[in-house]
C-alpha cells in the first residue's frame, strides 16, 4: 500500500522561468532566443480539404449503394 506517494507529498515542479532583474540582463537572455516559427500549424490546410471531401462522399456513395 505504499507503494505510491500520497498526493500531500509529491513535489510538483514547474518550467524553470529565468527573470531578468535589469534591462541588461533582460537583453542577454534575449540576445541568443530563436522564435519557432509555427505560424503555419495555426491554419487549416485546404489543399488536403477537396481529396478528402471527395474520398468522403465517394467511399458513401459506395457504402449506400451496396
Do not use: C
Given at each position: ?44 490546410n ?21
Amino acid at each position: 500500500m505504499d507503494d505510491e506517494p500520497s498526493p500531500s507529498h509529491t513535489v510538483v515542479k514547474g518550467p524553470i522561468i529565468k527573470v531578468p532583474r535589469n534591462q541588461r540582463e533582460n537583453r542577454l537572455y534575449k540576445q541568443d532566443f530563436v522564435d519557432d516559427n509555427n505560424v503555419h500549424l495555426s491554419y487549416f490546410n485546404f489543399r488536403i480539404l477537396w481529396p478528402v471531401m471527395a474520398l468522403s462522399v465517394f467511399m458513401y456513395a459506395f457504402f449506400i449503394g451496396e
